[in-house]
Every structure is written in C-alpha cells, then in structure tokens.
C-alpha cells in the first residue's frame, strides 16, 4: 500500500490509505523588492525559497464510532510535533517538517477521511554517500555525481587506515 513515514511511524501501522493532493515541485520564492530612489522599477532579492507546502489526504475504515474516536485519537498523537517525512514513491529522499493546520474528519458511513498539510523545510533531504575505497596508488579516482535540485554543502572525511603516511593526496570539485 502507497503511504508515508512520518516520526519513524508508517501510516500502515494505522491502516491508513493515502492520497496526494499537493506536492509542490518548487516551493514559493521569498520575493523582496526595493524601491530604489533614481531607478525604475525595483531592485529584487529573490534567491530564497520559502517553506514547501505538502497536502495529503488520509482515509480509513472503522466498524463503530467507539473505534472511530479511539483511532482519531491515535492518529492525531502520531502526527503532532517535528519530525522527518517520507513518501513510499521517494524512498532515498525525505522531508523535516510538521502540521500546523487544524485536522477536521469526513465520515461517511464507516469511511473517515482527513487533508493535513505539512510545513516543510524549503528542499527534500537525500541520502548520506559514503564511498569505502581502499587506495594503493597515487591513480586513484572516484566520481561522485550529487542529483538535487539546489546546491548543498558537501562533507568529505578521508581517513587513513593504514600505517604509513598519505603524500600528495588532492580532492578536486567541479561544477
């Protein structure tokens, strides 16, 4: 069943069946003008984004209003606070963010459904690389090739395992 993690619990663990509704592509660009006194127009300073919106809906079925209260309870426990989100369609990337809409049920008959909208942060986080090697000479090359959508700091830890000194090592970043 396609759904989503959320603070390390899958919505399976619920029984929920999910549905997106919204899933930006980009976030809203944080636009800021100035008027600059002598120059027509304005002077923009667009290069941020803002937050990202993700819109999903959740449903589930129930055989009493008893078991209804019960799992709404449940539901609403599991998603309050900040946490890490991750989709099934997405494996290797997720998201840190949480719900600051209010969350109203749809009943109909022994079907409940809601809409919760999650504030994220601006981009998805991927996965962490790491690359064991072992080098014995001195041509010795790996490409690592970064997917994203926005520039990121990178991390590189090199260490030695061995006993002797390492000479004329060199690590090469290109755009």
Same mark, same amino acid.
């Given at each position: 069943?396609?759904?989503?993690?959320?603070?390390?619990?899958?919505?399976?663990? !619920? =029984?929920?069946?999910?549905?997106?509704?919204?899933?930006?592509?980009?976030?809203?660009?944080?636009? #800021?003008?100035? @008027?600059?006194?002598?120059?027509?127009? #304005?002077?923009?300073?667009?290069?941020?984004? =803002? =937050?990202?919106?993700?819109?999903?809906?959740?449903?589930?079925?129930?055989?009493?209003?008893?078991?209804?209260?019960?799992?709404?309870?449940?539901?609403? @426990?599991?998603?309050?606070? !900040?946490?890490?989100?991750?989709?099934?369609?997405?494996?290797?990337?997720?998201? #840190?963010?949480?719900? !600051?809409?209010?969350?109203?049920?749809?009943?109909?008959?022994?079907?409940?459904?809601?809409?919760?909208?999650?504030?994220?942060?601006?981009?998805?986080?991927?996965?962490?690389?790491?690359?064991?090697?072992?080098?014995?000479? =001195?041509?010795?090359?790996?490409?690592? #090739? !970064?997917?994203?959508?926005?520039?990121?700091?990178?991390?590189?830890?090199?260490?030695?395992?061995?006993?002797?000194?390492?000479?004329?090592? @060199?690590?090469?970043?290109? @755009?």
């Amino acid at each position: 069943m396609y759904g989503l993690i959320f603070n390390n619990i899958h919505s399976d663990t !619920y =029984n929920l069946i999910m549905r997106s509704v919204d899933r930006q592509l980009l976030p809203v660009r944080d636009k #800021t003008s100035i @008027k600059v006194s002598g120059k027509a127009g #304005t002077a923009n300073f667009d290069n941020n984004y =803002n =937050n990202r919106f993700i819109t999903i809906e959740l449903g589930f079925e129930f055989s009493s209003l008893q078991e209804l209260q019960l799992r709404k309870r449940e539901i609403a @426990k599991w998603l309050s606070g !900040y946490g890490k989100l991750q989709f099934d369609d997405e494996p290797d990337k997720y998201y #840190t963010g949480r719900i !600051y809409n209010a969350i109203s049920f749809e009943q109909d008959y022994q079907l409940a459904s809601f809409q919760v909208v999650f504030e994220c942060d601006t981009f998805a986080y991927g996965s962490q690389v790491n690359i064991n090697n072992v080098f014995n000479d =001195n041509s010795h090359t790996i490409d690592i #090739t !970064y997917n994203g959508t926005a520039e990121t700091e990178q991390v590189i830890k090199v260490k030695n395992i061995g006993s002797n000194s390492i000479n004329g090592f @060199k690590i090469k970043i290109e @755009k």
